[in-house]
């Protein structure tokens, strides 16, 4: 059979949106792992309770068509020490030896782009002590260091916890109180990092000499143990004293060994002894035994701040620092600045001219600079004048000033910078000063000359000598380093991407640079005219919300101009700015320029979609541009004609290329996952069932579908069962059924289903599918909900809005919550009666809402009535809303009935008329309105065949709460076919 396949190779859509059965995206957060607990606080906040250490397992179920993708996000909590937001894109978010910073509340984010994404969310709090500290003091004015008798001693025990943790004081075995003696006080000091106690002893005593331990308790809490520290205090117990066998400057050449002593004079117990060095750890080969610490051959690199601290919990650690400089210069740098006054950026004639150089040093002062001209040491004169410190320039620089200069002044400058009778080799840097060169600078033994940065550069244009004078422009070159294992929405990448031609480049001075590549590959940005001249050039982020670089930096320099991105992933995309660095050539204004990243295949979803590589355009030029896709047409497609196609697609930048796997075999199916109610138990013979349904995913792509493969595997088995289903002519969005039967509960399968066309097999799809306890819909016999089981007769949470209805009787109910708004109890009177009710205090806002959604009915008459008792009590009262989502083809929300303001501190009964054209939930939406005195509630909500009665309501059934007035006038609003409705809104 002929297939017509046709290609837009160039624009192919990111999404396929189809018709009937697809379905918003909807969430549920389950947990698993090693939780000690999970409750539910006051304001129905679910909390995950975990010890650190273990392994936090959270899953996010999703249901919707097609399959939702989910994203995993994180803010800081109650026990996290900081901020910080981590993202995955898994269902399942597994943290090994979780730590207390990554407590804090989670957030699953499912979407699949039809409606809006759902999102829930669950607070996990880490529980966890560490070893207590305790550290003894004693009162200032002791000079003497020792502790005698009657002297004020304070033992302070300090712990890091979650909870708050308890402490308990004991002299021996002895457990102290506060005030149990005049000479004892336990207290908790104020602006301490921690929980600390301290345990005071007054005018200190001989009985006062004991051993003390501080015992620190969670209560057991996740199963962790209490902790206790102990220590003795004597009549010799003292603080620690430190001195050094050398000064606290010590400066060395390369290659020599170093050997420090740090002696201790006292203290009591006998104080520990440790080395440290900032920044970073100590030197690779560094020996600290005690209080000796020995660098062998010590190299510029170890150049630091060495600090050797002393501690035994008494009193302050004793701390002495030695600042060790090794001798060494790198980095010589050379800047040229012309005549700031007459604004000029070129050398010429009659202008002053100064040449600076600098090295960074160690130490920095010490450093002498010689400078030479034409190879001859430069003879100092009224036009020729060396300066040491410019106050523009960094410190210990030196600048040969050439005023009024002359054709003699011409020639070849050298600055040499020397450390005097120092092992440290010199560095030194020339330039070409000449009619011709325009002063471009030479670089010698690790000289950073020969750049500058003209009119229009980033620090990179480099002229050799005896080049042209004048400015240059800016070009940007960039290479791509494609990888094998490249994806684009699911297709694999053409390796073939290459480097774009920098010469194309030259005009895009001052403008934004878009640049488009796919992810995992390697990316280099590069500024610069020449390729083999190195140019330091400083990268940075211009997104505000991405203010660091892939490094982890905020600013990075680089010698070649260059900004490596590895493997660039989708938070790379964004704007990146490269300025010209200090010391590149001529002393003029600053240079940048920036280039947009746009990172592709953000979906693994859809089929695959070219790269294009376009530079900034007029409008102009876009209208007046070809046509920006391409065709390909294949007549007659049979298996010589299946294979992989190229498409490449190119424009002044650059080319790019996409490859295409060509077949006639059928795409994978789509499973539906938004079946309500999908299991069915028997629970005599302890099977269920499960009603699979799936779309077709493109059916018209292809020859006909003539059939589906069905594999059902119970998981952990190797054998499957596998069946033929023959199907008709499937059409796109056509949502397709079949009953799995005999499934034994509580086992889980996994499903395969293979779609067959004459061509043969198609693409694979496949799914798990788990045991769950049905919920049944109510039975309209007995169908008053009044909301006293925890299960809410099935009723759910919508994951769409922005918070959720509450349950809750007078004895649960919130002893903090706002006065003068919400019922005190339900309908019936009763303190154990329950009613659903949503909570408008803070952090609502208005016009917040939130939707209690009922089970599905299926529609079996044409006309239906709900009735319920509302409860609308507060000032701030916004508005309570009855919707009807008809599911027949895809779920439709339309609104039935809306009530605002408030009707004071009474349960009023609402009658509302519907007729659902097929099967259906009802919704009930709570609006918050302008302030937190807005609490809305409803119960007793009735679902009965036929219409809503016409005469008054009973004004018995109008139930007035203590204290209350008569309700006022309402403000009514009803939708639907029909105007038939009742509502009591008087006494």
């Known amino acids: 059979m002929e297939v017509t396949c046709l290609l837009l190779l160039a624009l192919i859509p990111f999404h396929c949106q189809g018709q009937g059965v697809y379905a918003p995206a909807q969430a549920q957060i389950v947990h698993a792992g090693q939780a000690c607990v999970v409750k539910e606080d006051n304001i129905s906040e679910r909390v995950y309770t975990i010890r650190e250490g273990d392994t936090l397992v959270l899953q996010c179920l999703v249901t919707g068509h097609p399959r939702p993708q989910v994203r995993w996000t994180k803010t800081a909590g109650s026990a996290s020490d900081k901020f910080q937001e981590t993202s995955v894109f898994n269902e399942t978010l597994r943290i090994e030896h979780i730590a207390r910073t990554q407590g804090g509340r989670y957030y699953c984010k499912a979407e699949n782009g ?39 001693v304070f033992l302070r025990c300090t712990v890091n916890s979650n909870p708050p943790a308890r402490f308990i004081w004991k002299r021996g075995s002895d457990t102290l109180s506060h005030s ?49 520290i102990t220590f003795r205090l004597t009549n010799t117990t003292a603080p620690p004293a430190l001195k050094l066998s050398v000064n606290e400057t010590l400066v060395v050449n390369p290659g020599e060994n170093v050997t420090v002593q740090c002696l201790l004079t006292g203290g009591d117990p006998l104080p520990q002894l440790q080395w440290s060095h900032g920044p970073g750890p100590l030197p690779l080969g560094a020996l600290a035994q005690g ?45 040229i600045t012309p005549d700031v006054i007459k604004e000029s950026e070129n050398i010429q004639l009659g202008q002053d001219l100064k040449l600076s150089c600098h090295v960074d040093a160690v130490p920095q002062e010490k450093v002498t600079y010689q400078w030479f001209k034409n190879g001859k040491p430069a003879r100092m004169s009224k036009r020729l004048l060396v300066t ?28 040499m910078a020397s450390f005097p009778g120092a092992p440290v080799s010199d560095l030194s840097v020339e330039v070409n000063i000449s009619s011709e060169t325009g002063g471009q600078p030479e670089g010698h033994r690790g000289a950073a000359g020969n750049q500058r940065g003209l009119e229009g550069g980033c620090g990179g244009s480099s002229l050799e000598k005896g080049g042209q004078r004048g400015p240059h422009l800016f070009r940007l070159y960039t290479f791509l380093e494609p990888l094998l294992s490249a994806r684009c929405h699911g297709r694999p990448w053409n390796k073939a991407v290459g480097k774009i031609d920098s010469a194309l480049l030259e005009n895009v001075v001052g403008k934004l640079l878009f640049f488009q590549v796919a992810s995992q590959t390697n990316l280099s940005l590069q500024t610069g005219m020449h390729e083999s001249r190195k140019h330091f050039q400083r990268w940075s982020r211009v997104d505000k919300e991405a203010a660091l670089l892939p490094s982890g930096l905020a600013l990075e320099e680089t010698q070649d101009g260059k900004l490596r991105l590895e493997r660039v992933s989708r938070d790379m995309s964004g704007t990146y700015r490269c300025q010209t660095a200090r010391y590149n050539g001529f002393n003029v204004r600053p240079r940048e320029a920036q280039v947009q990243l746009n990172v592709q295949c953000e979906s693994a979803r859809s089929p695959a979609r070219p790269s294009t590589l376009q530079p900034p355009r007029s409008p102009a030029a876009a209208a007046a541009e070809a046509p920006d896709h391409a065709e390909l047409l294949l007549d007659a497609l049979t298996r010589d004609s299946s294979g992989s196609y190229d498409c490449s697609v190119s424009n002044d930048v650059g080319s790019a290329a996409c490859l295409f796997q060509v077949s006639a075999k059928a795409y994978s199916p789509e499973f539906y996952f938004d079946t309500p109610n999908p299991t069915r138990s028997h629970k005599l013979s302890k099977n269920y069932s499960y009603v699979l349904q799936w779309t077709q995913r493109e059916p018209e792509a292809v020859d006909p579908v003539l059939s589906y493969r069905l594999s059902v595997r119970q998981l952990n088995q190797h054998n499957a069962m596998v069946k033929a289903i023959p199907v008709r002519r499937v059409e796109k969005g056509q949502l397709l059924e079949y009953i799995l039967t005999d499934l034994r509960v509580p086992h889980s399968y996994e499903i395969r289903l293979t779609p067959y066309t004459t061509f043969g097999a198609g693409d694979v799809a496949s799914r798990v599918i788990h045991y769950t306890e049905p919920i049944n819909s109510p039975n309209l016999s007995d169908n008053t909900c009044h909301f006293e089981d925890d299960k809410i007769c099935g009723y759910t949470q919508d994951p769409t809005d922005n918070f959720d209805w509450t349950r809750q009787n007078a004895l649960t109910q919130n002893p903090k919550r706002s006065p003068n708004t919400g019922p005190p109890m339900d309908i019936s009177g009763t303190p154990e009666g329950h009613y659903m009710f949503i909570e408008t205090s803070r952090p ?45 083809k895809g779920a439709l929300d339309t609104h039935a009935w809306s009530l605002s303001g408030n009707k004071g501190n009474v349960w009023q009964q609402a009658h509302v008329p519907i007729n659902p054209s097929g099967p259906f939930q009802i919704i009930f939406e709570g609006v918050r309105g302008s302030g937190y005195l807005g609490d809305i509630a409803i119960d007793d909500v009735t679902l009965k065949k036929g219409e809503c009665p016409r005469k008054q309501m009973d004004p018995s059934k109008v139930v007035v709460m203590p204290g209350s007035g008569a309700p006022r006038q309402s403000s009514l609003r009803l939708w639907g076919p029909t105007a038939i409705f009742l509502l009591a809104l008087q006494r």
């Open 114 to 152: 039809v409606g809006v994404p759902a999102i829930k969310s669950i607070r996990v709090d880490v529980q966890y002590l560490d070893e207590p500290v305790l550290t003894v003091h004693q009162t200032v004015s002791d000079v003497r260091g020792n502790f005698y008798q009657e002297k004020t």
């Open 180 to 228: 149990q003696d005049n000479g004892v006080d336990i207290y908790e000091p104020l602006y301490t990092q921690g929980e600390t106690k301290v345990l005071k002893l007054k005018n200190l005593r001989p009985q006062d000499y004991a051993s003390y331990t501080c015992q620190v308790s969670v209560r057991n809490v996740c199963g962790i143990p209490d902790k206790a």
């Open 291 to 335: 209080g000796t610490l020995c660098i062998p051959s010590v190299q510029a690199g170890d150049s630091g701040y060495y600090n050797c601290t002393a501690t035994n919990n008494v009193g302050n650690p004793a701390k002495k620092t030695i600042n060790l400089l090794v001798r060494s210069m790198k980095n010589a740098t050379f800047q």
């Open 388 to 415: 040491r410190n410019d106050p523009e320039l960094p410190a210990v620089t030196s600048s040969l000033e050439l005023i009024d200069l002359h054709f003699s002044d011409y020639g070849t400058y050298l600055c």
């Open 844 to 888: 609502r806002e208005l016009g917040d809402r939130a939707r209690l959604v009922s089970p599905l009915y299926n529609a079996s008459a044409k006309f239906y009535c709900v009735s319920f008792f509302y409860h609308m009590y507060g000032k701030h009262i916004g508005s309570l809303n009855l919707l009807v989502r008809s599911r027949n």
